[in-house]
């Protein structure tokens, strides 16, 4: 498994602040418009930058062909080029892969194939708007590390039956 090339449109000054607090998110297709891919087997990834207000398409990560042929080895490059990404939509992925994806931080989407890009973005923009759940809640807070001091703060405030 070889990224065969990626393409990526560099922000000028004014879109740094905005690359900053903007969700990434990529999408498994052969078209750059439609998911139409399974996430192991996919020849390319188009990667947006997402806000409640704005979208744009960041990049494109294009892989050499592939088949679905187990070969889990082929895995970590995918996942490599999309470490600043919280989610993938992709047609299919196994199981192995989403262990590997949300190890790595990003949350497997399964979608029906075909799906338009633009939409997909535009629902993700309104659940924004309208106050994520589930997946995207948990990706936007991610994971808080534990206060080992806890315990103790709740032994000293007292227990009553």
């Not at 087997?41 to 960041?58: D, E, S, W």
């Not at 992925?93 to 590997?100: K, L, N, P």
């Not at 923009?125 to 990706?139: C, D, E, H, Y």
Request: glycine content about 6%; hydrophobic content about 50%.
């Amino acid at each position: 498994m070889i990224l065969q090339r990626r393409l990526q449109l560099a922000a000028g000054r004014t879109e740094v602040q905005w690359m900053t607090t903007a969700l990434k998110v990529a999408f498994a297709t052969s078209d750059m418009r439609h998911v139409d891919q399974h996430f192991g087997a996919a020849q390319a990834f188009a990667l947006y930058a997402v806000t409640p207000q704005q979208a744009r398409f960041i990049a494109a990560v294009a892989f050499s062909e592939l088949t679905m042929d187990g070969n889990e080895a082929k895995l970590s490059a995918k996942i490599d080029a999309l470490h600043e990404c919280i989610a993938v939509y992709s047609q299919a992925v196994g199981a192995s892969a989403i262990g590997q994806l949300r190890a790595a931080g990003i949350q497997p989407v399964k979608v029906a194939s075909g799906s338009d890009i633009r939409e997909l973005i535009a629902a993700l923009q309104l659940a924004l708007r309208q106050g994520p759940v589930g997946w995207l809640a948990k990706a936007i807070v991610g994971p808080m590390p534990a206060n080992p001091a806890r315990f103790d703060e709740m032994e000293a405030q007292g227990w009553e039956e």
